[in-house]
């Protein structure tokens, strides 16, 4: 039979101090001496006490202290787009003052193989966002047309913010001016002269399939469908091409594809800079130059390796704002007050990577 577990009441009663005293040391929620600290550490560190049980303070408090952070992408691509974890730095910030961690969720639902010797389908298994013990949740990288996580949640009663994305009149939104922004250099590019324009997306449905779309394929993810209409407002016609994911290695073969016609175009308009940074190595294997060949913007204003030689010509987004804005969001709810949408405005920064239209 395991020892019983020294509780603060033990350790409280080897200082010589109050049970509560011995809490706030443990606690920090008030200050206590330097000497009743050291006694109170001593007798713990004697006792082999480690500090409070969380789970008897979650019942306690009613919560978990973690909060959600649900990606309608990869977990995968996550940990790899500097974007994204810019954002969970600020995430993390806005949540500070709930003391709460938090917890990676994919939205996605599963199935289970039925068992050995029935005739039954799959069997359906609780996504992650079913059973994770949360109090409140953010979602990123949603659309409209994807939101199985947002319905478990609703049903949950628990308080969402989304980032980029709507989820409905009563879920506030943390949003980026990216069509806006996204016209901005397209007309810019206009004004240098290019007319021969290809754009370059982020995915445009939660399939993620790679390749040339046209007016008739549904635009299913709302970041993608912003930033595209951003562009299309100054070029309707412009070819367009949906990478898989936002990344250097994903820009390099799109952008492969994108100049391997002999109609290739003048300028290039990708979503994001990874996938901007992706077509300038495609321009270098073919020999074109940039600016001078190949005119190329980005979308982020984040640090690329690889592209030392150029300043990217880009969008630059307040992602650590934006993230702390989503978790100030959470603790007003979790505080029952109300949380108001914000939007943030991108700034134009002109870099060494778009010039004016090549001659002949």
Request: a negative charge; proline letters at 7%.
């Amino acid at each position: 039979m395991s020892e019983r577990r020294a509780t603060i009441t033990d350790v409280a009663r080897e200082a010589g101090v109050s049970a509560s005293t011995a809490s706030v040391v443990f606690s920090g929620n008030a200050p206590a001496s330097a000497e009743t600290r050291r006694r109170v550490l001593a007798a713990a560190e004697a006792l082999g006490y480690t500090g409070p049980d969380p789970r008897a303070a979650s019942l306690r408090r009613g919560r978990s202290g973690i909060v959600g952070v649900v990606f309608g992408g990869s977990l995968r691509s996550a940990f790899h787009d500097p974007v994204t974890i810019a954002m969970m730095d600020g995430i993390a910030e806005g949540v500070s003052p709930l003391r709460a961690g938090l917890l990676l969720l994919p939205d996605e639902t599963s199935s289970a193989a039925p068992a050995a010797g029935t005739d039954s389908g799959a069997i359906e298994v609780p996504s992650a966002v079913t059973a994770a013990p949360i109090d409140a949740a953010v979602l990123v990288g949603f659309g409209q047309t994807r939101q199985p996580s947002l319905d478990v949640l609703r049903a949950r009663r628990v308080p969402v913010v989304i980032i980029e994305g709507d989820a409905g009149p009563e879920i506030p939104r943390i949003e980026l001016d990216n069509s806006a922004a996204q016209q901005r250099a397209a007309s810019y590019l206009r004004d240098l002269g290019h007319e021969r324009v290809t754009l370059l997306t982020l995915p445009i449905r939660p399939s993620r399939a790679r390749g040339w779309f046209g007016p008739r394929d549904a635009v299913e993810v709302d970041v993608t469908a912003a930033r595209l209409a951003g562009a299309q407002a100054v070029y309707p016609d412009a070819p367009t091409y949906a990478a898989v994911t936002s990344s250097i290695d994903e820009g390099l073969i799109a952008g492969r594809e994108i100049l391997a016609g002999p109609d290739r175009p003048t300028a290039v308009i990708a979503q994001t800079d990874l996938l901007a940074a992706g077509v300038i190595r495609a321009a270098e294997e073919c020999g074109l130059r940039v600016p001078e060949d190949l005119s190329v913007t980005g979308f982020d204003g984040v640090e690329v390796d690889g592209l030392d030689a150029y300043e990217l010509t880009t969008l630059v987004q307040p992602a650590v704002e934006k993230g702390r804005a989503a978790g100030a969001a959470v603790v007003s709810m979790l505080a029952g007050e109300d949380a108001a949408s914000v939007t943030f405005t991108c700034s134009f920064r002109i870099g060494t990577t778009a010039g004016p239209v090549p001659r002949g």
